[in-house]
């Protein structure tokens, strides 16, 4: 039986960002929300022992914070629009960009943890 080679570090990327296995790119890697599958319901690679922990959280500030501020800078120095339309507007602009980008944040993280054979866990063994 010949094993298929895994799949490149950007195409493990691609499918995690998309939602899929990096694996076979078939099933799904999150279920609900931000819940990790134990593993792959069509080629039954384990994800269940990755642990993203606070890497997708910071990732997406990161890139909602380089979405938002420019614009939101842009359009004050240009139109000053009063206060209350800003805090309104760009929290509802950051919350849904947040919600977003999240759960495809967590899917790059975690594939790229199964594409690097990342243990996931901190935790050292005791012999």
Not at 62 to 91: D, K, T
Request: charged share 15%; proline share 9%.
């Amino acid at each position: 039986m010949i094993e298929k080679a895994p799949p490149r570090l950007s195409l493990a990327a691609l499918r995690g960002m998309l939602g899929r296995c990096p694996s076979c790119g078939e099933g799904k890697l999150l279920q609900g929300y931000l819940k990790v599958v134990p593993s792959c319901p069509s080629c039954g690679e384990a994800y269940g022992h990755l642990r993203a922990d606070d890497m997708p959280p910071w990732l997406t500030v990161f890139i909602v914070a380089h979405i938002v501020i420019p614009p939101m800078l842009y359009l004050e120095q240009v139109y000053q629009p009063n206060v209350w339309l800003q805090s309104i507007g760009w929290s509802v602009a950051s919350l849904a960009l947040t919600l977003a980008i999240l759960p495809r944040c967590k899917g790059v993280v975690l594939a790229l943890m199964w594409s690097l054979k990342s243990e996931g866990s901190e935790r050292e063994e005791t012999p």
